[in-house]
């Protein structure tokens, strides 16, 4: 994946919270996405990585709860000084997501009317949200309580070093135009359709994700059409490898393989809820391959893949 080098960066739609902490607090709305975890089981997910397996220590917990309980700034300073143009995307990975932010809006500005702008929030350790407090090891997700999407970008070297992702610009691209499929699922109203905690291979929040995966596809497909304010395309270039790497990420973050690589080895589908490696890969390919956010309606198949 290749930007405009000449391209001018838009940072508007980025906060940056590194460095300063989150509280833990109580939210309004569900969280969506959340790496196959989401905000129900937060604090259950810091107590496991601190307490369990990961040879944290109580001294570790004082620290993450120490974070999620001191005070939170914003900083766009030092995005606006670093992420001008296309180069410093290119150079970057801070600055190829907010191009990939401002390319994914600009679609979806001229696809879905009424369409309200979200912004991506760069976090590390502990993030305080709409939704309540998260840490890192949520995922990135998206908050319907604030609509904001919300990353700690080490996730990227997480799907590398964990997950054994090939990883790219692209399949960044991927993740945050997957979280930014929840945000116009929640404007459409489709995310109301789906019970927080459902789950099983057909339940609503597999449903839900495969949709989101489709309208990243979807985003894809006219990428590199999409015309920044000089009316040029914001990205140059989407190769082949780059959509190969992206559907190699999808097939590592489907519950199956999540469960069966990752877990204990055993695959439960009544827990699943972001569907299959191979449905993952599908609905993206849909997308992709149609350019058409109509053709996402997971809600209206009785076969997902």
Do not use: K
Not at 3 to 23: A, I, M, P, W
Request: with cysteine.
């Amino acid at each position: 994946m290749r930007y405009r080098e000449s391209g001018s960066l838009d940072t508007s739609g980025v906060q940056d919270r590194r460095g300063r902490g989150g509280g833990m607090r109580g939210g309004r709305g569900v969280a969506v996405g959340g790496g196959g975890l989401g905000l129900v089981g937060v604090l259950v997910v810091v107590l496991v990585q601190v307490l369990g397996g990961g040879g944290g220590t109580g001294a570790d917990l004082t620290s993450v709860l120490g974070e999620l309980e001191s005070g939170q700034t914003v900083d766009t300073g030092r995005l606006a000084e670093s992420c001008r143009t296309g180069a410093d995307a290119n150079d970057s990975v801070d600055c190829a997501v907010v191009a990939d932010v401002e390319s994914i809006q600009d679609w979806w500005s001229g696809t879905v009317g009424g369409y309200r702008p979200a912004q991506t929030v760069f976090f590390d350790g502990a993030v305080q949200t709409g939704c309540g407090g998260a840490s890192s090891g949520t995922g990135p997700f998206y908050c319907p309580g604030d609509e904001q999407v919300y990353i700690d970008l080490s996730f990227f070297d997480d799907l590398r070093t964990r997950f054994g992702a090939q990883g790219g610009l692209f399949v960044n691209a991927y993740v945050i135009a997957h979280e930014y499929g929840h945000h116009v699922q929640h404007l459409l109203g489709t995310t109301d359709r789906v019970q927080p905690g459902e789950s099983g291979p057909t339940s609503g929040s597999v449903r839900l994700e495969l949709q989101a995966d489709c309208y990243a596809g979807a985003w894809a497909a006219h990428a590199t059409t999409v015309p920044d304010d000089s009316g040029e395309p914001l990205i140059a270039e989407i190769t082949e490898e780059d959509v190969q790497r992206a559907l190699d990420t999808a097939g590592r973050i489907g519950d199956d393989f999540i469960q069966g690589e990752l877990g204990d080895g055993t695959v439960d589908q009544e827990s699943f809820t972001h569907g299959t490696s191979e449905q993952r890969r599908r609905w993206f390919t849909t997308g992709f391959r149609t350019g058409d956010p109509a053709q996402c309606d997971t809600f209206a198949v009785d076969d997902l893949g």
